[in-house]
């Protein structure tokens, strides 16, 4: 899968819509601008350097410790408002 091709399937699951079921005509809300955003943000080469990195460093993708644990940790204490001690 090539790089525009990543960025095309992570808008579509942002925006929780498959190509089949997608309505051009629905306006989107606040939730999926943001999805959008974010995956536009966040390209496709620097999420496979997040796996790569993880994969090199024995991480696993998911569980304790894991590749998706780190990087929620890190957005819920970015998050204003958060608590800064999250048990993961």
Do not use: F, H, Y
């Amino acid at each position: 899968m090539n790089a525009s091709q990543k960025t095309a399937m992570m808008k579509i699951v942002a925006q929780g819509l498959s190509d089949e079921g997608a309505d051009e005509s629905v306006v989107p809300g606040p939730e999926e601008i943001a999805a959008e955003r974010l995956a536009d943000l966040v390209s496709p080469e620097a999420v496979d350097r997040m796996l790569a990195d993880a994969e090199q460093a024995g991480m696993a993708l998911d569980g304790p410790g894991g590749l998706l644990n780190q990087l929620t940790r890190t957005v819920l204490e970015r998050a204003p408002g958060s608590m800064t001690t999250w048990v993961m």
